[in-house]
């Protein structure tokens, strides 16, 4: 451990611009919401109108979780649901950057030559992310405190977004262990975050109804923080099993840490064909070698999701015809006519986000493939630039198209529905290419900060959770491109839908015009 | 016969810094150009610049008759080129990106690409990052040699090669040599490599050029390094020019000369009755030495020294001759 002080401050020094963002962004929202739900209710009455129907919406406790009471605190909870999955992500990204990609890189070979101990450079990314979710907790807790909600419930939410932290933090270090590559990791431990979300996803859905699945939501970390249930039972022992899983997966990634070699992984890798398949000759062909296991992985994850959200649409559907005249609310929030249009589109709308996720982080291979020398090697043969970035812009464009077609095919097919589902779906796409239009942008103009896009789908995410609850200003909701998604309701039309895809067009060839004329790499 | 690499007065740029700074390279068709510096000379974005990858600020880069920019991707049909730090894709067996490159420049010899990988002893089924740093510029160096290009832009290829494989790259690029129909403009800085492959060479600093001609012509500035035992006292040799740091002592001499100092220094010697004499060849280090150290020791230099600086830093060829 000899050095773990030092390499800590390393970590933070490296990390001083974006641990700050997703510290303050995600402990800032719950504050934000609680503003929203004061300036959104005129009456008690509303309030409890509204969360007595969206704690039988299948679809809202899809995506947020199970819903108890109609306190401002509990509605807050219940709809920073979604967090601690974001939380998870940013800490085991935070994780795994100062572990395993450092190695990969060579830099922690350098440094473990050093004075340094063996567990340093982990126990460093770990100290130094589970310092960061605490810190985010207590802004949470301080912040809620600050606007009068009771403080036994402030600290406990406060709580469960640290708790949650630390124990995908914990993920982060086993799966940094398990792959000699750094993207390797990042996809095992983001698939265990996505099994976490399905199973809290599958249990709370089935406590909606008969209850039998109920379980499902017990084995996931995700399923704990919401059973806590801050400022109604403040369930605080639930913390306890995070804790508890965040020592084991701590524990277990210092022990695999001891049984492999510097850059070595536990999962070995195999030979290959000594030469290339006969269709291996074009720029073309190399991006799909490139993405196809990014374009595999989404659509699965995709088709998987609408399988669930088609399982629970009925229920959603069913609901809201029981609970008709408090639709209008709905409305408001969905902006659609029916309680059907409402839970479609926003299901539609998260997968659209989700689905930019991939389209940028497709179109940030083209940098990866600039900053580790791939692209210096490929240009200097017979590949002009254009189709260089094509075969990657290809798979930026079209991957995306199939991941939520899988989600609205799939969703549509177990809903029995002609299209609609399907079709609300689709609509998101142009959406989507805007920000793969903004990434390349970005990799042309601005190759040093490409990274950027990142922030940009944030802010639409961000947009999209609590722009309609803070009632923002038009102007504001509008610099999301998915504002601009029509709605499939009986005046939908399909003019901001040509105009997106314009705007892509225009961000993607200004970004190409750029990559044509600069420095390669940059 | 043409040049293949023609580069005048070459700037560029990043921000503040001025990597290349007028920068001259010419290489003639069908020759092996070793381009010799230190780290951070200009070497790598001078390559860079030649293969379009990079705009030049200033100056002008002509490239196989073509402009490096606008012509790339022709250019580059008729190129191969081995990056100095070169890296491939993980998912991807060396073997497959061999075929790839290869492929993507227009074809590739297959009997010559599985002998390359014998003679290298290259396993082409490992996949991009199981390969250490020399077997990924084995792979680089066969997709490069075995592809049908007149140029061969190499990088410091040798930079990871073990010593066995070194001697397996300087035999194939003397077999291209002995072919005489592909140019080669080898990047390095290990002299011994320069000076077993290359017919003529320039050496860079700070993005300038500072010598560039044949082998003999750059010896030809270098001075001979003599140390003799002498039967009986020797006059004169302090006052011959060309001579420098000489020391006496017991019969003993010690000093360095210059090419054109040599015969009557040798004659003095000679005049004063010679017992023993080991005379060391002048080397590619010691002008690349005296080149680098030139900053730091201007006030130690001889009068001699100093008056040849004076015509400029910058030497071509045709300036020694």
Redesign the interface.
Known sequence: MTGTLRLLRLVLRRDRFVMPLWVLGLGLLPYTYVTGFDTLFATVRERSDYARLSAGNAGFVALYGPLHGDSIGELTVWRGGFVPVLVGLAALLTVIRHTRADE?TGRLELIRATVVGRFAPLAAALLATVAASTVMGVVVAVTLIGKGLPAGGSVALGVVFAVSGWVFAGVGAVAAQLS??A?TARSIAVLVLGGAYVLRLGGDISALGSGRLEWLAWLSPIGWAHRVFPFGTDDWWLALPAVALTVITVAASAYLLTRRDVGGGLLA?????????AS????VA?AW??HR?LLFGWTAGFAALGLIFGLVGDSAVQIAEDSAGVGEMFGRLGGADTMSDAYFGTIAQVCGVIAACYAVQAALRMRDEEQ???A?????????RWAWAAGHLLFTLLGPAAALLAEGLFAGLVQGDNGRVLRSAMAQLPAVWVLAGVTMLLVGVLPRQAALAWAAVTGCLVLMLAGPLLELDQWVLDVSPFTHVPHLSADFTAVPLMMLTLVAAALASAGLLALH?????A | MADAIDVEGLIKRFGAVTALDGLDLRVRAGEVHGFLGPNGAGKTTTIRVLLGLMRPDGGSARLLGGDPWADATALHRRLAYVPGDVTFWPNLTGGEVIDLLGRLRGGLDRKRRDDLIERFELDPRKKGRAYSKGNRQKVALVAALASDVELLILDEPTSGLDPLMEAVFRDLILQEKRRGDRTVLLSSHILSEVEALCDRLTIIRAGRAVESGTLADLRHLTRTTIRAELAGPVDGLAAITGVHGLTAEDGRVAFDVDADGLEPALRSLVAAGVRSLVSQPPSLEELFLRHYARDTESTARDTASAARDADGTTRDAEGVR
Request: charged content about 25%; overall charge positive.
């Open positions: 990969e000699s590559s993207r890798g195999r030979l290959g064909p000594a030469t290339a398949a291996l000759r074009s720029p190399l070698r490139l296991g580790s020398g791939h210096e090697a490929l240009l200097s043969t017979d590949v002009s004329r600069r420095d390669i790499p």
